[in-house]
T-cell receptor, first 116, second 116 residues
Framework: DTGVSQNPRHKITKRGQNVTFRCDPI?????LYWYRQTLGQGPEFLTY????????KSRLLSDRFSAERPKGSFSTLEIQRTEQGDSAMYLC??????????????FGSGTQLSVL | AQKITQTQPGMFVQEKEAVTLDCTYD???????LFWYKQPSSGEMIFLIY??????QNATEGRYSLNFQKARKSANLVISASQLGDSAMYFC?????????????FGGGTRVLVKP
């Protein structure tokens, strides 16, 4: 069990550029979540997958954001035409998917995005 | 309305003393779960403790205990015998409903600084 892995750890980009982040969940975890965290705030839910199916998306996920989880393994989060307001830590988490209320999420270390 | 409220933005605690972090929540769902996570400066969210809405006893995990007062909708975290390594952000979170796929909603967090 190597934990949830996120790449890159840091990304600096210019406004208007596209960026893509990758998340590798704990193997055999069926559920994968994306959260966004701005400085001094708690994580805000963006979207989650059950295997390869994207089951819920937050209103925070504008049409510039797209997430995929092909084959139900790793996931990518792409932001098109980045804006300065997109600057944040993007956290990925996974869980077993056993269908119990006490199922905890295991988080990665996040990708820190800075839009200049 | 905020689902999870953490009213203490920051706290100092003397090493070896106990500290209580406040968390109040808002839900009309009779089935829910409450979680506490720790986020050190490295960024990774670390699960600490869980309390289910139907649990009769307060949860405990080592030096962590949860003071669950259902009627008051509060789930305060108690850290006993504080250590320097406890310095971090602490987040309270809630999952509503029985489906484990339901997202965790986080509060704004409390920063704890342990003084030697």
């Amino acid at each position: 069990d190597t934990g949830v892995s996120q790449n890159p750890r840091h990304k600096i980009t210019k406004r208007g550029q596209n960026v893509t982040f990758r998340c590798d969940p704990i193997s055999e975890h069926n559920r994968l979540y994306w959260y966004r965290q701005t400085l001094g705030q708690g994580p805000e839910f963006l979207t989650y997958f059950q295997n390869e199916a994207q089951l819920e998306k937050s209103r925070l996920l504008s049409d510039r954001f797209s997430a995929e989880r092909p084959k139900g393994s790793f996931s990518t989060l792409e932001i098109q035409r980045t804006e300065q307001g997109d600057s944040a830590m993007y956290l990925c988490a996974s869980s077993e998917g056993q269908g119990v209320t006490n199922e905890k999420l295991f988080f990665g270390s996040g990708t820190q995005l800075s839009v200049l | 309305a905020q689902k999870i409220t953490q009213t203490q933005p920051g706290m100092f605690v003397q090493e070896k003393e106990a500290v209580t972090l406040d968390c109040t929540y808002d839900t009309s769902d009779p089935s829910y779960g409450l979680f506490w996570y720790k986020q050190p400066s490295s960024g990774e969210m670390i699960f600490l403790i869980y309390q289910g809405s139907y649990d009769q006893q307060n949860a405990t995990e080592g030096r962590y205990s949860l003071n669950f007062q259902k009627a008051r909708k509060s789930a305060n975290l108690v850290i006993s015998a504080s250590q320097l390594g406890d310095s971090a952000m602490y987040f309270c979170a809630m999952r509503e409903g029985m489906a484990a796929g339901n997202k965790l909603t986080f509060g704004g967090g409390t920063r704890v600084l342990v003084k030697p």
